[in-house]
């Protein structure tokens, strides 16, 4: 009872506390135009401020805590602290928090963090699944609203956008980003860091990103979370830094330094990749927070003997603030920072430019203005349920990728007979909503079951069986599911992993269907019904079998609350599949890293030569490569043309080519883009993405797709890591995926 009276009385202090509320429609997100991030009344602001912190004060500012309310009382009245790591508590326990702040000391607002993924209380697809659409602005509008139900609980920073590149699907972060290309990745990277943060961070609806993980990430050696990355400057440069550059382009607030070792030293202690990239060539002036007691960590990577040294090593390599700093966990930056400035190892000048990063991020939020939370906000929310659902669901639409549809068994007739649902995940709640789901609510949720029920007709029997547990070794639930199958006119099985097995530390060695649930889909298949299935995964998996077997066959990621009704949408043709894969999906782990844009070798692949680079037991190809997808209805390229042959190193061309829609439905179909430098002093991919363009086209119609390539697009760093662009032949090539494509040439003169 007492905690009951405790909380409605923090409820009705922190609504008094509250700012007056801006409703507004459902604002327009537009790109951030500038990615200065400073401005001189703000400069000015954050100067005074500055000359009246005393040491403690300020290093306060660089520490970022969790732990117990006493504790955390304390801490902010004494100024040891700049924001917090709250979860997804109440407004409420954010308000009291921010009121001992302010009526502490100089009244300094925190600022309280979270890791908004891809939804705060609405779970919208995993962001690789939201790859997949090959649409930034349906990423943007997620990230968008995403950020004001974060807002409107407290949370005005997220640990999101993950922009790491991943060539390794054992790594299971690799669900939290935009899969292999950086091309893709940094068109996706801009777009959720423009919904997060809006057209200004004073927006009440908007919060700070985060560009994570600085960098190369990734790149983790064996796909095993928190190891070890050895790779050249020129991979560096080439594949894993571009998206964390158009992320600071877009005017990402913050970038977080990554857990693991990049090249002998720890990204969290690597001035290379911190100050002189980020902050002194790409200008960012943006702060820099360390991964979870990733500083602490320096001392077991072996480059600190203790926590003295590992601050010391983080800071002045250009960590401005340390996540966890505090007694439970961390406890680096304070007390250490203090004693590194006494005894003269770190300056007070660098103190300060560190502060003012953070006090500048917190300027930008404008929680010196408004540091409260509005506790009405969310009940007064700016769009309808239903508007909400409608949005997840379009998303989740897009996001779906059909990977197989042999004599077209999909789309399924509403009025079929009989629907044999087995699997899994054909009535899970909880798992589809995948991994760092945040608040979202499982029973929120629309299972496959639910999705394929609200879309027959009253007279399609549905027989449900679930077959196996995801991880099952036993195959006991088999007979039930045979004898579902036997009595209906068409399976479905929905299988996958369950959310714990993708995300972080969720690394695999193994990417096979878990448990038996292959050996279900093998059972049912060998009945000789039409049979489809359904996959729920957060990575590429190893499908050989039912790739080579079963007739049709839908990659779904983990999809969010709609995922059901969405699945549904699909499955009978309400929603004509355009999602392409944004990852390859290898036959096998022994094929990994595998990536399109890779090189060609002296000796590429020729199936009668042994003596070429492939293997003598599996294909070299992928299962399903890069850009892959298929339709319900088919799109025709042809007549691919250049206004140009031959430009200027400066000069530039348009490459046009038409697409028909030859089938019987209308349905969306992304253009790809790639280019191929013949010859240069570098050797170059076999071909890289550059460009891609979604359009609509009705049955029978067609459309002339146009690209401008740009003196940009051809250049490549040369021996000494510049760009340039070097005279030769070049190959534009076009399709609707990495492989199929058309091609035509133009030089690039002396």
Not at 306 to 323: C, P, Q, T
Not at 658 to 663: A, F, I, L, Q
Request: glycine share 8%.
């Amino acid at each position: 009872m007492i905690k009951k009276i405790f909380t409605i009385i923090v409820l009705i202090t922190s609504s008094l506390l509250a700012q007056t509320v801006r409703y507004k429609p459902l604002i327009k997100v537009e790109q951030n135009q500038s990615s200065n991030f400073t401005n001189k009344s703000i400069e000015r602001k954050i100067d005074s401020i500055l000359s009246k912190m005393t040491l403690k004060e300020k290093v306060g500012q660089l520490v970022q805590i969790v732990g117990e309310p006493e504790y955390l009382e304390n801490l902010i009245k004494e100024g040891g602290v700049g924001s917090i790591l709250i979860g997804t508590g109440i407004p409420g326990e954010v308000n009291r928090l921010q009121k001992i702040a302010m009526e502490s000391g100089l009244k300094i607002p925190l600022v309280f963090a979270h890791d908004v993924i891809h939804g705060y209380y609405t779970i919208y697809p995993i962001p690789l699944g939201e790859a997949a659409s090959w649409n930034p602005d349906i990423v943007k509008k997620d990230a968008h609203l995403a950020a004001m139900e974060a807002a409107s609980q407290g949370t005005k920073w997220t640990f999101a956008p993950m922009v790491d590149i991943a060539r390794d699907p054992r790594w299971g972060r690799i669900m939290e980003g935009a899969g292999e290309d950086p091309f893709l990745g940094s068109i996706m990277a801009a777009a959720r860091v423009e919904g997060f943060q809006g057209d200004d961070l004073k927006d009440p609806y908007s919060i700070a990103a985060c560009a994570k993980h600085f960098v190369a990430y990734g790149a983790a050696q064996a796909g095993r979370e928190y190891n070890t990355v050895d790779i050249s400057e020129r991979t560096l440069r080439e594949i894993y830094l571009p998206p964390f550059k158009s992320a600071v382009d877009a005017g990402v607030a913050t970038i977080m330094s990554a857990f693991n070792d990049l090249n002998g030293i720890p990204a969290s202690a690597n001035y290379h990749t911190l100050t002189e990239i980020l902050k002194d060539k790409w200008k960012f002036k943006g702060l820099v927070v360390s991964d979870y007691n990733s500083i602490g960590e320096l001392v077991r990577h072996g480059i600190a003997k203790d926590k003295y040294e590992a601050a010391g090593e983080a800071f002045l390599a250009g960590v401005d603030v340390d996540m966890v700093g505090n007694r439970n966990i961390g406890d680096v930056y304070s007390p250490n920072l203090e004693k590194l400035v006494i005894n003269g190892e770190v300056s007070i000048d660098k103190i300060n430019q560190s502060v003012k990063r953070v006090l500048r991020v917190k300027f930008k939020l404008d929680l010196f203005e408004h540091p409260y939370t509005d506790t009405t906000f969310y009940k007064t929310y700016l769009i309808s349920k239903e508007e909400r659902e409608n949005i997840v669901r379009k998303s989740a639409d897009e996001s779906i990728v059909l990977l197989k549809n042999t004599n077209n068994i999909l789309p399924i007739k509403k009025d079929i007979g009989s629907i044999a649902l087995i699997g899994p995940l054909a009535n899970d709640q909880k798992d589809l909503i995948g991994g760092w789901s945040c608040a979202g609510n499982p029973d929120n949720a629309v299972t496959v079951l639910k999705g394929i029920s609200n879309k027959v007709s009253s007279n399609t029997r549905i027989n449900y069986v679930q077959g196996c547990n995801i991880n099952d070794s036993v195959e006991t639930g088999f007979e039930k599911a045979v004898s579902s199958a036997k009595k209906s006119d068409l399976v479905i099985l929905v299988v996958g992993e369950s959310r714990k097995m993708s995300g972080e530390a969720s690394s695999r060695v193994n990417l096979d269907l878990p448990g038996v649930q292959e050996k279900l889909v093998e059972k049912i298949y060998g009945l000789g019904k039409p049979t489809v299935v359904i996959l729920m995964n957060g990575r590429p998996l190893t499908i050989n079998w039912i790739s080579e077997n079963v007739p049709a066959v839908l990659e779904t990621w983990f999809l969010g609350d709609q995922a059901g009704n969405a699945i549904a949408d699909v499955l009978f043709g309400d929603y004509n599949p355009s999602g392409k894969l944004p990852v390859t999906f290898p036959r096998s782990v022994g094929q990994i890293p595998i990536f399109y844009n890779h090189k060609n070798t002296g000796r590429p692949a020729e199936p009668n030569d042994k003596f070429t680079s492939k293997y003598i037991d599996s294909p070299v190809t992928p299962l399903y490569p890069f850009g892959y997808g298929l339709s319900y209805t088919t799109f025709n390229y042809k007549n691919i043309r250049i206004d140009k042959s031959k430009i200027s190193k400066n000069d530039s061309l348009t490459v046009s080519i038409d697409v028909t829609n030859n089938g019987n439905l209308e349905g969306d179909e992304v253009v790809q883009l790639y280019i191929h430098d013949r010859v240069r002093s570098i050797t170059p991919p076999v071909k890289e993405l550059k460009g891609f363009k979604k359009i609509h086209l009705n049955t029978g119609e067609s459309k002339t797709v146009k690209f401008k390539i740009t003196p940009g697009m051809l250049s490549f760093l040369n021996k000494n890591l510049q760009p340039v662009i070097e005279p030769g032949i070049f190959d534009i090539m076009i399709g609707g995926n990495s492989v199929d494509l058309l091609l035509t040439s133009f030089e690039v003169e002396k």
